[in-house]
C-alpha cells in the first residue's frame, strides 16, 4: 500500500514549479500504479499552452475559477470548482486561471515524477 501525504513530496523529483504553478506529483512510475496524480496550484494570472503528446491527462478543479481553450478549434471551458476537463486526444490546450484554482489531475502512462515541459507544452 502506498500511502503519502503532500509534505512527503515537497522538495522531492515530484515537486515541480514554474510562473505561477506549483504540482505535487504524489504518484509516479516507479509506485507502479500505471498512473501519475498531482495536486497543482495555478495561481491568479497563469496562463500557459500544454500539449501531452505521451500522456492522456484529466483534470479535476477543486478550487478557484479558470478557462481551458482548445487551441485546434478555439473553443473555450469554463472551468470551476467541481469541474472535470480531460484531453482525451493528446489535445493541445490553453488553461488560465481568473482566481487562484486548485487542481487533481492524473496521467497515462504515469510520469517519471521529474519531466518538464518542453517548448511546445508537453511533457
Known amino acids: 500500500m502506498i500511502v503519502k501525504s503532500l509534505e512527503d513530496v515537497v522538495g522531492t523529483?515530484?515537486?515541480?514549479?514554474?510562473?505561477?504553478w506549483h504540482s505535487l506529483r504524489l504518484l509516479h512510475q516507479e509506485d507502479g500504479m500505471g498512473v501519475t496524480l498531482t495536486d497543482?496550484?495555478?495561481?491568479a494570472g497563469f496562463a500557459m499552452d500544454l500539449w501531452q503528446k505521451n500522456h492522456l491527462e484529466a483534470c479535476y478543479c477543486l478550487e478557484g475559477e479558470g478557462?481551458?481553450?482548445e487551441l485546434d478549434n478555439g473553443e473555450v471551458h469554463?472551468?470551476?470548482a467541481g469541474t472535470l476537463y480531460a484531453m482525451n486526444n493528446?489535445?493541445?490546450?490553453?488553461i488560465r486561471a481568473k482566481t487562484r484554482m486548485r487542481v487533481v489531475c492524473t496521467f497515462f502512462p504515469a510520469l517519471t515524477g521529474d519531466e518538464k515541459h518542453d517548448a511546445d507544452g508537453s511533457l
Open 78 to 80: 469554463e472551468i470551476r
Open 90 to 94: 493528446h489535445d493541445r490546450h490553453r
Open 40 to 43: 497543482s496550484i495555478l495561481e
Open 67 to 69: 478557462t481551458v481553450e
Open 13 to 20: 523529483k515530484g515537486d515541480a514549479h514554474g510562473d505561477k
